[in-house]
């Protein structure tokens, strides 16, 4: 049925008006969540104790309220009253902060969502809301409190398992006031067949969510029925030529951004379906901080575990993990693309440009290049599949064993993720070359993009290729040999004693294949000589090539880096390949990429040696695979305390969104200026 609405006299909305409107529905539900969070954090008990932090959560609540009532006619004390309402929360939540790790990551990302959030939507000018009707006010409100209740009403009826009314009376309000916003709407507005429809469905909720205080406290749950029914019921507009805005938009018009809040946006869905009983093999809730790290692990295709995938999760969780593996694998672009032609739209060509920067392609490319990722992703992930199903059949697993198991590593292998379904990964594969190469295979594909492997034929034959192309397969090649050769010689008498001469060559190639990204292994990576020690991290830091699954400064940084050396010792001004000039601004990428990734490496050991128990050689390699997104661990994983584990989070999530991306992300478009500077000359020796 389709409902037809009168055009209003104003047919434009200014954007910064809409931004504001549902800036406002929001702060309407988080008046309720610092009361949430009291409740949930302490418990009735508790608070009856220590009633300061009821009153400082309280205090919180009305400085968010007064944030709305200044937001119209005073966005700046608006904003102040905001900020002061969530710091008085996290304030409040200190005690429990101080003894939790977790709980300090939690509240720091919170905050500075909440706050980013805030300040991007605040109206710059007062009074931009005489354009809009009441109507369109309210009808903004209710749609905006309710997208932003629904979170929080799920995460609370899903996950509190405590015994005190309190937290999920608060979630109840919490929807609630939503559905009044809508009410509101909907009494203004009862002529309309759908206003009465909400009406009584509200109430209709009203008497479920009364009678679950009164009979069963899980019908309290049906509370999350009121803001999705605004959402339902409610009109998405009243205005035929209302500016098409989002809050995503922000985002989309900054590449870095975007990026973070993908991949954080999936680490936080992942986080959340790995909690749940079902995707523990013991029906037991699994602790978030476990949770967090293996969707973390999985979405930034890491494979360092602090769980066993084949015991401690069960074939549910299990599934949970390969689709947080293939969507973090895709990468940005196939996310936010398929999940537009999902709901019936298109990118704009901004937004295009955007997505371009992003993966790194010429902009009118970008479905080509996604159906060229789509395709070939599936394509090699499937081919994989099927011969390892068969494969480790032919091993005597079952049937359906097989089968999982040949899904489940043939897309762990390709997008360089190093989830294995065998607790000791492949090393019980060591005599079964047939098993070690074709992941191999998988594992360099994925290491590459669609677009170099395209070449790969042309190259084999000596014909000629693209530039990037060219210094993508050479580079990766030389790196491949070289590391075979390293591995079989310095291990031949030690880790790799115990196989033929054959299977020495098999597994010292399979291991130079996984080494920069992937994160299998078919040798004991705790019993490693100091040389390829001292190799693994540096291959770790280099990773794969731009456009792939893979983690690392890429291996055109390298190459670009090498090459800058080369022409700098032979006195040439230009670094020149295949007879084409590398810009400058690329060299400086690459200087400013790598020496981002040491930086961080630099913070990430010091964090972890001043903080856990653990020899500095195992620290330090856990630093490298961590931030390279590789996933091989000499058995520190298991080792790290709640610190350690939050410490190793943050490396992976940025080893995988980039060093580089974020000193990107806290910065603003530049003009270029054709102010003309004199030169200066800076000894440097």
């Known amino acids: 049925m389709t409902f037809v609405f009168k055009k209003s006299d104003n047919d434009d909305i200014p954007n910064s008006a809409l931004q504001a409107l549902k800036l406002e529905g929001v702060l309407y539900t988080l008046t309720v969540i610092p009361l949430l969070i009291c409740s949930w954090s302490y418990g009735l008990s508790s608070l009856l104790h220590m009633p300061w932090i009821a009153v400082i959560f309280s205090l919180s609540a009305i400085s968010i309220l007064a944030g709305i009532i200044y937001c119209p006619t005073s966005p700046g004390l608006a904003k102040l009253f905001a900020f002061s309402g969530f710091f008085l929360s996290a304030s409040a939540c200190l005690p429990k902060i101080l003894t939790s790790p977790m709980g300090t990551l939690l509240t720091v990302v919170g905050l500075s969502f909440f706050v980013y959030f805030v300040s991007e939507n605040m109206p710059k000018a007062r009074n931009v809301y005489r354009s809009i009707k009441q109507m369109e006010r309210i009808l903004f409100r209710a749609r905006s409190a309710a997208i932003a209740a629904i979170p929080f009403l799920v995460i609370t009826f899903v996950f509190y398992r405590g015994h005190y009314m309190l937290v999920p009376s ?3 309000v919490c929807g609630l006031i939503a559905g009044t916003l809508g009410i509101l709407w909907s009494i203004r507005d009862s002529h309309r067949i ?12 009203l008497i479920v969510v009364i009678s679950g205080f009164v009979h069963n406290e899980h019908l309290i749950g049906f509370s999350i029925l009121w803001p999705v029914g605004c959402l339902v019921f409610l009109p998405q507009s009243l205005t035929s030529k209302t500016e098409d805005t989002s809050w995503i938009e922000p985002l989309l018009g900054h590449p870095a951004r975007l990026l973070v809040s993908t991949f954080f946006g999936l680490i936080t869905v992942g986080t959340l379906l790995l909690m749940l009983p079902a995707a523990s093999a013991s029906d037991k809730w699994i602790a978030p901080i476990d949770a967090a790290f293996t969707s973390v692990s999985a979405v930034c295709v890491t494979g360092l575990i602090v769980l066993d995938t084949p015991v401690d999760f069960s074939i549910t969780g299990q599934f949970f993990i390969l689709l947080l593996i293939q969507a973090g694998g895709l990468g940005i672009m196939a996310i936010a693309t398929i999940a537009l032609h999902a709901i019936g739209k298109r990118f704009s060509l901004r937004q295009e440009r955007i997505l371009a920067t992003v993966n790194g392609n010429e902009h009118g490319q970008l479905y080509k ?13 499937s081919i994989g599949a099927i011969i390892l199903t068969i494969l480790f059949y032919l091993r005597e697993d079952n049937i359906l064993t097989a089968l999982w198991r040949g899904v489940f590593t043939s897309i762990s292998a390709f997008c360089n993720a190093g989830f294995a379904l065998q607790s000791n990964s492949l090393m019980d594969y060591q005599q079964h070359p047939l098993i070690l190469h074709i992941v191999a295979i998988l594992i360099i594909l994925g290491g590459l993009s669609p677009a170099v492997c395209a070449f790969i ?30 591995i079989a010689a310095m291990e031949w008498n030690s880790t790799l004693s115990n196989l033929s001469y054959a299977d020495k060559i098999h597994n010292a190639w399979f291991q130079s294949a996984t080494l920069r990204t992937a994160g299998f292994n078919s040798i004991d990576i705790s019993s490693i000589s100091p040389p390829v020690y001292l190799i693994m991290l540096v291959f770790m830091f280099i990773g794969g090539s731009p456009g792939s699954t893979a983690g690392g400064i890429k ?3 390298l190459a670009v880096f090498v090459l800058c050396m ?8 230009d670094i020149v390949v295949r007879n084409h000039k590398i810009e400058f601004e690329t060299v400086y990428k690459s200087i400013a990429v790598i020496g981002a990734g040491l930086l961080f490496l630099l913070i990430s050991v010091m964090a972890l040696e001043l903080t856990q128990l653990i020899p500095v050689r195992d620290i330090v390699f856990e630093a490298f695979s961590a931030l390279g997104t590789v996933g091989l661990s000499t058995g520190a994983t298991q080792r790290l305390d709640e610190i350690g584990k939050v410490i190793i989070i943050l490396t992976m999530f940025l080893g995988r969104i980039g060093p ?18 004199p030169s200066v000359k800076i000894p440097i020796t």
């Open 170 to 172: 608060t979630a109840a």
């Open 194 to 205: 759908r206003a009465w429809l909400n009406i009584l469905f509200f109430l209709l909720v």
């Open 457 to 486: 034929p042309d190259f084999i034959f000596g014909r000629r290729v693209s530039p990037p192309a060219f210094l993508v397969l050479v580079s990766s090649a030389l790196l491949l040999l070289s590391g075979t050769v390293v």
């Open 566 to 573: 080369s022409s700098i010792v032979r006195g040439r001004p």
């Open 660 to 677: 580089l991306t974020m000193f990107m992300v806290l910065s603003s478009p530049v003009l270029r200026k054709n102010a003309q500077y």
């Open 369 to 381: 290049s996604l159906r060229r990722v789509l395709v070939f992703t599936l394509l090699a992930e």
């Open 555 to 557: 291996t055109t940084t």
